[in-house]
């Protein structure tokens, strides 16, 4: 069929042509967001799920439901070697100055500009050689104590008083928020408080793996009263069937029965893994039906492109005695597995091989769904482990 009409985005963070599965948490951040703006109270959502399950595809359409409703919005990403301050003061300077409307602009604005004046400290900070020290002066006493929870809840109350000043609500959507240090998170966490305590027309939705719900617990233990923590996983059969169903047949082609069956099974369901085998497949038929032929030929392109890429880039981060951890977890199976178990896997004892667990988990690599045990943070990394080391 003509690749120019391949309805499919196996691509990250895009979104694909049919959004299956998740209406229920669409809806909760669009009655959060609703509710924000009219200043009251709404839970912000953490967005938690192993990677290929399209946490960042629904950070994307939260921001587009928030910029329908007159938001300003601005999307971060966290990086492992990341730092908050920088990650705010970029975005929130553009957030400020979009409300600043210059010959009319509120005092309440002004200020805010003067609060990351503030936070920015007396280090002079440029970004690809420009100036973002605001040319003004700072408001002493706000955001300029040195402690991050002191300072950072100054800043977006203060953005916070900004956006209710020129009645314009603000959304910031963080992606990986697990990398966020320990400290980092408190700080934004009791800065997310304050805002809402206030009443101000500011909220936070984040997206990470599923460790970020301990991470918040453990920052702040009221997190649990702040957020929601809706948990993104593989689809259910019927709405992986309708993410490949439906855009087919929008272009006028057809897929059977089986055919459709065989990429749910060998993508499990899960949305990036359904964008390629779909576009594989499509590509792969030279008649208006897709066929089974078709869908095992996609699996073989599909396995092949997943390995030379979305596996790779992550098996290329890691040192020799990571790769041999992964791999003895890998021939444990894909299910969460015991830390002893893959110890004894290795022929080590569970204390020796603990800081490779503890660094395979800051990597993003793996987590612990519960006391004890392990598993890989993206699916069907344990084949791809076996493939690259078909020797443990």
């Known amino acids: 069929m003509d690749a120019s009409r391949n309805p499919f985005n196996p691509g990250a963070g895009v979104s694909p042509p049919e959004l299956a599965g998740r209406a229920e948490v669409m809806q909760q951040a669009i009655v959060a967001l609703e509710r924000t703006k009219r200043g009251r109270h709404a839970k912000s959502l953490l967005v938690l799920g192993l990677r290929g399950v399209g946490k960042t595809v629904l950070l994307n359409e ?3 439901e928030a910029g329908q409703r007159d938001y300003l919005t601005e999307m971060i990403e966290a990086e492992d070697s990341g730092d908050l301050r920088q990650m705010l003061m970029y975005s929130v300077r553009r957030v400020l100055l979009a409300l600043d409307s210059g010959k009319q602009a509120v005092e309440a604005v002004k200020k805010g500009l003067r609060v990351l004046r503030s936070f920015l400290g007396s280090i002079k900070v440029s970004a690809g050689g420009v100036d973002i020290t605001l040319g003004m002066d700072p408001e002493v006493g706000q955001a300029d104590s040195g402690v991050l ?18 009645q314009r609500p603000v959304a910031l959507l963080i992606d990986e928020l697990q990398y966020v240090s320990r400290n980092e998170l408190a700080a934004l966490i009791r ?6 305590q206030a009443g101000l027309p500011l909220i936070l939705f984040g997206a990470g793996l ?49 055919a459709l069956q065989e990429i749910v099974k ?29 869908t095992q030929a996609a699996t073989a ?4 492109k997943l390995d030379a890429s979305f596996f790779r880039v992550r ?11 992964m791999r003895a977890l890998a021939g444990l199976g894909a299910k969460p597995q015991r830390t002893s178990d893959v110890a004894a896997a290795m022929g080590r004892k ?5 800081p490779m667990r503890d660094s395979l988990i800051k990597k993003g690599m793996l987590y612990a769904p519960e006391h004890g045990m392990i598993a890989f943070t993206v699916p069907l990394f344990d084949g791809f482990m076996r493939r690259e080391m078909p020797e443990t």
Request: some cysteine; hydrophobic content about 40%; aromatic content about 8%.
């Open 315 to 325: 098996f290329d981060r890691l040192t020799p005695s990571e790769r041999d951890y």
């Open 191 to 196: 800065g997310i408080h304050a805002v809402n």
């Open 350 to 354: 569970a204390n020796s091989v603990a």
């Open 301 to 304: 392109v599909s396995i092949h």
């Open 210 to 258: 599923p460790q970020l719900a301990g991470q918040a617990g453990e920052a702040k233990s009221y997190a649990e009263r702040l957020f929601e923590f809706p948990r993104l996983d593989r689809l259910s059969d019927a709405d992986a069937c309708a993410a490949i169903q439906q855009p087919v047949e929008e272009e006028g082609a057809r897929i059977d029965a089986a």
């Open 149 to 166: 929870e002191a300072d950072v809840t100054d800043l977006l109350l203060a953005t916070g008083r900004a956006a209710q000043a020129v």
């Open 62 to 64: 939260i921001a587009k």
């Open 266 to 294: 060998q993508s499990h369901g899960y949305p990036y893994f359904l964008q390629e085998w779909g576009y594989n497949a499509w590509n792969a038929c030279d008649s208006g039906t897709i066929g089974l032929e078709d």
